[in-house]
């Protein structure tokens, strides 16, 4: 940089500024601007453009990044400025390509450079600007927003050094600023995860890779005051940009749209004055403190209730947190008295599926258990009616057969419809819980469905069935005895 100073300073050239990047044009002549320091600059990653040229011959050189030579001149004829010995080499080094050369060659003449200074953030581990008035007033056709979004491009990168600034320094919560000579300053640090929450939730527009204001916002330095008076009113605009609804952003402009309840149309291309940043600060922290939708709903409320016209609106942040506060007061109130109301119905519904199972299943219990006793009656008929010899053997058998299938039919019925009927209130129930997950927390429908009566419906369906079991078996042994006691 002091090399590239010393030739602006000899040669009047002038500056344009960007971030990571400075071009310099200069005029002067050939031998003013060393070969050799050309080929230094472009193994620096910076690149050169040098313009020859008399009334009736120019030549363009370009020295690339890093170091390479390129050329050209229009016309490919060479004037009469070069003769005899001199034009010669002057032809030799153009037809060959041997630019450098060709540049000492035309050391007396004219010429106009074009240097472009540039820094790559991931390669040097910082960012640069030659000074701190190229940060804090942007080039034609950009805007504030594109030079800080441009700070945090890459994302480990987290240092700005200002060649001008000398041994000042600046630190915020995700930012450092700091001259070529001061100390090295670390920046303070935040907690990145409810701003990184909110982002996910809201922000799917152009503003997602917007950094958060609390990141820009200084929290000490020593001398650059005019950049921390800088990033205190980029922090207030960001903070809007965050709690907008959407967001129309380019490199010349920033705009922004409030359309909950009321339509406000906002132009944030430039930065609005210090004055309510603590307030609006406020107001974007407690916005982000949770992504839910209640308080997002709030505050947006809150902006239409408050701000009647775009001009009013950076005035606002202190009233439209008041405003929202409550309003997210008001809803959380109406949500507990909806989640309590629907807790008690839950509570009411478990109650009713317990009882109405439990009926069920006895009454599944006691259908089978008639069926199951006429079955043994009839079985222990035959066996009497075989003794009386009123029937003969083989059609005792055949009724104690008739009997054994009436006790598996019995069992069938019982077992593969009676009580998964009964059954299917209440798994139906507890599979309708689940769509419940608005009004009831996950511990509300666990402690629903540990509910005692619940327990104990499931206990009588358990125990019905074992009932309904046990007196299959004594069918089937009165069967199995009748089969071998008639003669």
Known sequence: MALVERWRAAHHGSYVDELNRTAVDMAGRVRDFDVSDLRTLAGRGHQSTMTVGLAEFQA?????????????TQPATFPSAFSGTQLT????????????????????????????????????????????????????????????????????????????????????????????TAQPHQPSGYDSGPWDAYRKAWLADDRTAIPPPIAIYPSSHNGLDAVDEYLKRAAHAICWIWLATSASISASRVGLTFEHGA?????????????????????????????????????????????????????????????????????????IAEALASRRAAIQAAVDAAR????????????????????????????????????????????ILVVAALGVATGLSAYLF???????????????????????TRDDIADIKSMESLKRAKDDVWRAKLNTGALLLVVFAAAVIGWFVVK
């Open 60 to 72: 363009v050189i370009t020295v690339d990044p890093p170091g390479g030579f390129s050329g050209s």
């Open 89 to 180: 080499d002057v032809e030799d080094a153009f037809t060959e390509g041997r630019w450098p050369d060709f540049l000492r060659l035309c050391a007396d003449l004219e010429c106009q450079i074009h240097i472009n200074l540039q820094v790559v953030p991931e390669v040097a581990g910082f960012n640069w600007i030659r000074t701190a008035d190229a940060l804090i007033t942007p080039i034609e056709q950009r805007t504030w927003l594109d030079t800080i979004q441009g700070l945090f491009r890459a994302g480990s990168v987290v240092e700005l050094v200002v060649e001008s600034a000398g041994d000042s320094w600046l630190s915020a919560a995700g930012l450092s600023i700091l001259g070529p």
């Open 263 to 335: 339509y406000l149309e906002v132009d944030f291309s430039k930065l609005p004055p210090a004055d309510g940043t603590e307030a609006t600060f406020a107001l974007a922290e407690w916005s982000t403190a949770s992504a839910d939708y209640m308080r997002q709903d709030a505050v947006e409320h809150a902006i239409a209730l408050v701000v009647g016209d775009p001009a009013t609106l950076v005035g606002s942040a202190r009233r439209v947190l008041n405003t929202a506060k409550l309003l997210l007061q008001l809803a959380q109130s109406g949500a």
């Open 356 to 399: 109405t199972t439990s009926e069920a299943a006895r009454s599944a219990a006691r259908s089978s258990s008639d069926r199951v006793f006429a079955e043994v009656a009839v079985a222990v008929g035959i066996v009497l009616t075989n003794a009386g010899s009123l029937i003969n053997v083989v059609t005792a058998h055949d009724l």
């Open 418 to 440: 009676e009580y998964p009927s009964a059954a299917h209130t209440l798994e139906s129930f507890e599979a309708d819980l689940r769509a419940h997950g608005d009004a009831l």
